[in-house]
Structures are given as structure tokens and as C-alpha cells.
């Protein structure tokens, strides 16, 4: 929300005229644009486990306003892991995390230029991407790793799941 890729101090001036309109007064954030593929990492998190699980591609706007429009999982396993390795990074610099949590990032053209972009410690949209993706019970496994207890047996799909930004499932398959 009220996200804008700035180029010019005019084009600053006109993004904070436009927060204020969308969301009144209060804190905004400026942070160095970092270019790649936008991707995400959810997490199961419970006492003494973080359980990642596979890594989506984000589709945003391109308008410059960065607007989510939903995601495709699983990535190749490449990225996949190159994804969950620094989103797990992030997870575990935050200390209280429970539940549901899920890193946004951005892969770059190396490893070097991959940069963590935010963590949501909730229920994400890719949980329906997930869902649709685990062959158990994604909810139950959640509710296992905050009690403490041994999750279900993971088995996932090995097809790719596309979702919108509103929940639906729009396509099961290669």
C-alpha cells in the first residue's frame, strides 16, 4: 500500500502527495529500489522449529506502484533454496516469531544482489497457493508446530500452482 518507485525528487513529492490522499499523516519508509524477481518464503514456526516451505514467485504491477496480483509455486530448486536460505536468515534475526510467517524478497542476478524486502508475521495469500500444493493438511501442520508438537508427514505436489492476489486458485498443473 502506497508504495511508489521514486526516480526524482519530483517524482517523491508527487508519491508523498499521493500516501497522504490513500493513507493520511504518519511514517513512510525509503529504501534503495532493488531490481530482480520478486519472490516470497512462508514459514511454520514453533518452540525450538522454523519449517520453511517452498518458495512463489510474486507477480507485481508494473506501473511502479509494486501492487501484488498473486503467484505461481514452487520455484525451481535452485532458487528455491538460494530463496529460502535468506529468507530463513531473516526469520531467525527476529526473535518471538510464532505461527505463520512469510518473507518477502527479491532474487537478484547474483546471490549478492538478493535482498529481503519485508516479513509478514501472519497469514499470507500464498497460504492458498500452499495449500493447494501440500498433500496434507496444511492447517494442521500449524497448529503442530506452535503446540510444539510433530507436524504430519509433508508431501507436496510436484505441479505448479497459480493463484491470484484474492485467494483463487487459477491453474493446477505443468
Same mark, same amino acid.
Given at each position: 500500500?502506497?508504495?511508489?518507485?521514486?526516480?526524482?525528487?519530483?517524482?517523491?513529492?508527487?508519491?508523498?502527495?499521493?500516501?497522504?490522499?490513500?493513507?493520511?499523516?504518519?511514517?513512510?519508509?525509503?529504501?534503495?529500489?532493488?531490481? =530482480?524477481?520478486?519472490?516470497?518464503?512462508?514459514?511454520?514456526?514453533?518452540?525450538?522449529?522454523?519449517?520453511?516451505?517452498?518458495?512463489?514467485?510474486?507477480?507485481?504491477?508494473?506501473? =511502479?506502484?509494486?501492487?501484488?496480483?498473486g503467484?505461481?509455486?514452487?520455484l525451481?530448486?535452485?532458487?528455491?533454496?538460494?530463496?529460502?536460505?535468506?529468507?530463513?536468515?531473516?526469520?531467525?534475526?527476529?526473535?518471538?516469531?510464532?505461527?505463520?510467517?512469510?518473507v518477502?524478497?527479491?532474487?537478484?542476478?547474483?546471490?549478492?544482489?538478493?535482498?529481503?524486502?519485508?516479513?509478514?508475521?501472519?497469514?499470507?495469500?500464498?497460504?492458498?497457493?500452499?495449500?493447494?500444493?501440500?498433500?496434507?493438511?496444511?492447517?494442521?501442520?500449524?497448529?503442530?508446530?506452535?503446540?510444539?508438537?510433530?507436524?504430519?508427514?509433508?508431501?507436496?505436489?510436484?505441479?505448479?500452482?497459480?493463484?491470484?492476489?484474492?485467494?483463487?486458485?487459477?491453474?493446477?498443473?505443468?
Amino acid at each position: 500500500k502506497a508504495t511508489f518507485l521514486v526516480r526524482s525528487e519530483g517524482e517523491l513529492l508527487q508519491a508523498a502527495d499521493e500516501t497522504m490522499v490513500e493513507h493520511g499523516a504518519g511514517d513512510v519508509i525509503l529504501q534503495p529500489f532493488s531490481p =530482480g524477481d520478486a519472490v516470497s518464503v512462508s514459514f511454520l514456526i514453533g518452540p525450538g522449529r522454523r519449517l520453511a516451505m517452498p518458495a512463489a514467485a510474486q507477480h507485481l504491477s508494473t506501473d =511502479g506502484r509494486f501492487r501484488y496480483l498473486g503467484g505461481i509455486l514452487p520455484l525451481d530448486s535452485q532458487r528455491n533454496a538460494r530463496a529460502t536460505s535468506l529468507a530463513a536468515r531473516a526469520i531467525d534475526a527476529v526473535e518471538g516469531l510464532a505461527g505463520y510467517a512469510g518473507v518477502d524478497l527479491v532474487l537478484g542476478t547474483t546471490a549478492d544482489d538478493d535482498a529481503v524486502i519485508e516479513i509478514n508475521p501472519r497469514l499470507t495469500t500464498s497460504y492458498v497457493g500452499l495449500r493447494a500444493l501440500a498433500r496434507f493438511n496444511l492447517a494442521e501442520a500449524l497448529l503442530a508446530v506452535v503446540a510444539g508438537d510433530e507436524p504430519p508427514r509433508w508431501e507436496w505436489r510436484t505441479d505448479q500452482v497459480r493463484f491470484t492476489a484474492d485467494g483463487r486458485i487459477i491453474g493446477l498443473g505443468d
